[in-house]
C-alpha cells in the first residue's frame, strides 16, 4: 500500500518504521524544518534543548522499532537509567529522592511521615494491581463498542472511576506523600483529581522498568528513528505542510495536498497531529458525519505549558536531571488550571537540568536547563503577548531564591514558549500540549478513535488517540494503527 503519513512526531515516526518493515510505500510529510513534532529541539550559542518530552519509560516499545528495522538499539542511540527517577521538592524545603529502590523510597517516606509507609504500601500494590489490569489495554484498538464491552470487567477491577488522587488520599495522610504519589497524571497532561485511577499504573509502570534518558538528548533518539525510516526506504519530506487530506465521493482518502498545492496520493493516511485541530482544518465536514465540528467541540482538552528554556555560564551540581517543584497550593493551582482557565501567581515546576547527566549538550563549565510550569490552554483569558515576559520573570526569581542562588546574573542564553507556540507551530486545538485531557469519560473508546469512523483508511497517531500522551502512549498507538492497516 501507499501510505501518507502526516507529521513526523514520535507517533508518526513509529507507524512509518513499523509499516515499512511489513513492507508498505511509506512517506511522511512534515510541517516544521525538523522531525519530532512535540519533541524537537532547539540549537543556541552551544547549547542544545530538548524541546518536549524528556522521561522515557516503558524502554522495550522504543526497542521494539529498532528490532522491526532490523536494528541493534545500542548501534543508534544509548537509554540511560536515571536514579533517582527525580528529585522532589516540596514547599517547606523538605525533598524526596524518588528512584528504583524500594527500601529508598519507604525510607525516604518514613523520614516525611512515618505514618504513611504502610499506606504506601498499600497504595504500590494497588498500583499493581491497575497496571496488571489497565496495561494490557494500551496497544488494544477500541473502535467498537464490543472491544469496550470486553474491557469492563478490567476497567471495573481497576476501581477507575475513582480519580488517581482520590485513591492515594484513601492510603496516606500526609499531603506531601499525597502530591509526591498523585501528581503522575500532569507528566500526560491530566488533572490528578479528575483523571482516572487507571493512570494509577503510571507509578508501576517507573517503578518497573525504570526513567531513561536518551544520550545526546531526546532529539538523538528522534533523529535515529527518523534514520531508521529513510534506510528502509521510506521518505521523509520536511518543510511539506498539509493544507487537507482528499477524500472521494466513495468517502475514502485517496491521499493529502500540500499548502504548496501539491497533491501526494496514498492508499490509506495517517494522521500524527492534533486529532480535532486535523478533523476541522483538513477532513472536509461533508463526510464527518460522526466527528462533527458540534462533537469536537465537546471534548475537554488538557493544559497548555510555559516552557523557558536557559542555558548558564556555571554548574549546579547539587541539582538532580529532574527536578519537581511543589507549591504552597495542590488542589487549588489545578483547579485554576483545569477548570477555571486562569494563570494563578503561583505555581508547582518541572526543572530539567540533562548536562546532570549528559555534558556535551552545553558548553564546558555551563548547564543546559528547561523550566516547565503547567498552564491553562486559550480558552482562558490570559492575553500570553503581555504576560509571558513577567511570568518568565517570576519563574526565574522563584528559582533563584529557592534553588539556583545567583540565577538572573549566570543565565547566558534564553528562550521561551507559551501556549501560542502550541497552538501556531503545532497546530494544536486551544494551544493545549498534551490533547484530549485524559477523563474516564475521554480514555478508551471514549477517546477519539485510532481509525476514522468517517473516513475508513484515515487513522490516527499521537498523544489525541487511545492509549494517550506521553511516549508509551504514542509508541502503543502506532503498533495499533500497524495492526489495523493489515487487517483484511
Given amino acids: 500500500m501507499r501510505i501518507v503519513v502526516i507529521g513526523a512526531g514520535f507517533g508518526g515516526l513509529a507507524a512509518a518504521i513499523r509499516l515499512r518493515a511489513r513492507g508498505h510505500d511509506v512517506e511522511i510529510v512534515e510541517k516544521r524544518d525538523q522531525p519530532g513534532g512535540r519533541a524537537g529541539v532547539f540549537r543556541q550559542d552551544g547549547f542544545t534543548f530538548d524541546a518536549g518530552p524528556t522521561i522515557i519509560t516503558a524502554p522495550h516499545l522504543v526497542e521494539e522499532l529498532f528490532t522491526a528495522a532490523g536494528v541493534r538499539m545500542e548501534a543508534r542511540v544509548r537509554l540511560v537509567p536515571l536514579d533517582p527517577f527525580y528529585r522532589v521538592r516540596f514547599p517547606d524545603g523538605s525533598t524526596i529522592d524518588w528512584g528504583m529502590d524500594e527500601a529508598r523510597r519507604e525510607a525516604s517516606i518514613a523520614r516525611l511521615s512515618p505514618g504513611d509507609v504502610a499506606g504506601y504500601r498499600r497504595f504500590a500494590a494497588r498500583s499493581r494491581d491497575v497496571f496488571e489490569q489497565a496495561f494490557p489495554l494500551v496497544d488494544q484498538p477500541f473502535d467498537t463498542l464490543g472491544a469496550m464491552g470486553r474491557a469492563v470487567p478490567r476497567l471495573i477491577r481497576a476501581r477507575a472511576w475513582r480519580s488517581v488522587a482520590g485513591l492515594v488520599e484513601s492510603e496516606v495522610r500526609d499531603p506531601r506523600i499525597r502530591q509526591l504519589l498523585s501528581f503522575h497524571p500532569l507528566l500526560i497532561g491530566g488533572n490528578p483529581f479528575d483523571s482516572p485511577a487507571i493512570y494509577a499504573l503510571i507509578h508501576e509502570l517507573e517503578r518497573r522498568w525504570g526513567v531513561w534518558f536518551a544520550e545526546g538528548g531526546t532529539g538523538a533518539l528522534v533523529n535515529a528513528l527518523a534514520e531508521l525510516v529513510q534506510e528502509a526506504g521510506g521518505r521523509l519530506r520536511l518543510a511539506a505542510e498539509v493544507a487537507s487530506i482528499d477524500v472521494d465521493a466513495a468517502g475514502r482518502a485517496t491521499g493529502v495536498t500540500l499548502t504548496s498545492g501539491e497533491k501526494v496520493p496514498a492508499d490509506a493516511v495517517i494522521c500524527n497531529g492534533d486529532v480535532v485541530r486535523s478533523y476541522r482544518d483538513l477532513v472536509p465536514a461533508r463526510v464527518r458525519r460522526v466527528n462533527t465540528d458540534a462533537r469536537l467541540s465537546r471534548y475537554r482538552h488538557g493544559m497548555s505549558l510555559f516552557v523557558l528554556y536557559f542555558g548558564t555560564d556555571r554548574r549546579y551540581d547539587d541539582v538532580a536531571h529532574h527536578e519537581i517543584l511543589l507549591g504552597p497550593r495542590y488542589r487549588e493551582l489545578l483547579r485554576d488550571i483545569f477548570d477555571r482557565r486562569y494563570l494563578a501567581d503561583d505555581f508547582a515546576l518541572y526543572l530539567h537540568r540533562p548536562t546532570a547527566t549528559d555534558r556535551s549538550l552545553a558548553p564546558t563549565g555551563c548547564d543546559a536547563w528547561y523550566v516547565l510550569s503547567p498552564v491553562p490552554n486559550l480558552d482562558g483569558s490570559t492575553d500570553w503577548g503581555s504576560a509571558s515576559g513577567a511570568y518568565r520573570d517570576r519563574i526565574v526569581a522563584h528559582l533563584e531564591a529557592r534553588l539556583l542562588p545567583g540565577l538572573s546574573r549566570h543565565i547566558i542564553t534564553e528562550r521561551c514558549i507559551d501556549p501560542r507556540f ?39 497517531v499521537g498523544a489525541g488517540t487511545h492509549p494517550g500522551a506521553g511516549i508509551p502512549g504514542v509508541l502503543s498507538s502506532a503498533k495499533i494503527v500497524a495492526r489495523l492497516l493489515d487487517e483484511p
Fill in 422 to 460: 502550541f497552538r501556531d507551530e503545532l497546530n494544536s486545538h486551544l494551544g493545549n500540549a498534551f490533547a484530549v485531557q485524559p477523563l474516564l469519560t475521554q480514555s478508551a473508546w471514549f477517546r477519539p478513535h485510532v481509525r476514522s469512523e468517517d473516513v475508513p483508511n484515515l487513522y490516527f
